[in-house]
């Protein structure tokens, strides 16, 4: 059944949640972000790799105030209020677009990139190899991380710790990441031959 989550002995305000496996991570009125559960790839945030599991929600390192996060199996991906993405947490394939591909980030780390974005979605199995994608004000689709099934979207199968452009047609106003694959809407009418291969490779719902 469903329990209230405490930070120590007060009950937890949070305006919203985003669960990984195994952790969850919360905002709280005024962007900052706490996180409990497992900690073995860095993902609760808080400068450490590993330990003990903890019920109690542990303040994220760091003054940085987020507007939305997004969590998956093993990391998790939050936007600022100018749009600039970070990452924590498990980076085994790139998918924290930290430098360090391969080592856990255990506190926020902006993703190395100029680009700021308006949404963001995380994807990834338990034990790490996920992708992040994050969409731009003008409607572009970016991808980092996992790649070996393509669900970066860019026309190759190599891993990136940047984030790569998708091929398609754009704007796209929405994205849902997924094992292996990304989901976006389009924000305006495509021509009807790009719609029907959009929709054939699984990036539009018919």
């Known amino acids: 059944d469903p329990v209230t989550v405490r930070a120590t002995s007060t009950v937890f305000h949070a305006t919203s949640v985003a669960v990984g496996d195994e952790f969850a991570c919360a905002l709280v009125s005024g962007g900052q972000a706490f996180c409990w559960g497992s900690n073995f790839a860095g993902q609760l945030g808080?400068?450490?790799?590993?330990?003990?599991?903890t019920s109690v929600p542990q303040p994220?390192?760091?003054?940085?105030?987020?507007?939305?996060?997004?969590?998956?199996?093993?990391?998790?991906?939050?936007?600022?209020?100018?749009?600039?993405?970070?990452?924590?947490?498990?980076?085994?394939?790139?998918?924290?677009?930290s430098e360090t591909a391969g080592a856990p980030v255990p506190v926020p780390t902006a993703v190395q990139t100029a680009l700021r974005f308006t949404q963001i979605s995380s994807e990834g199995l338990g034990h790490g190899d996920g992708s992040t994608c994050a969409i731009t004000a003008a409607g572009e689709a970016w991808c980092w991380g996992r790649n070996n099934a393509g669900q970066l979207g860019n026309g190759s199968t190599l891993d990136s710790s940047v984030p790569r452009p998708s091929s398609g047609a754009t704007p796209f106003s929405t994205i849902t990441a997924g094992n292996t694959s990304r989901s976006v809407r389009e924000a305006r009418t495509v021509p009807f031959s790009i719609r029907m291969r959009l929709e054939m490779e699984g990036f539009l719902s018919k």
Do not use: K, P
């Open 46 to 53: 808080i400068g450490t790799v590993g330990g003990d599991m």
């Open 60 to 97: 994220v390192e760091g003054t940085t105030s987020f507007d939305t996060l997004s969590a998956s199996g093993s990391h998790l991906c939050g936007l600022t209020a100018d749009g600039t993405a970070y990452c924590w947490g498990s980076n085994a394939s790139g998918e924290s677009g």
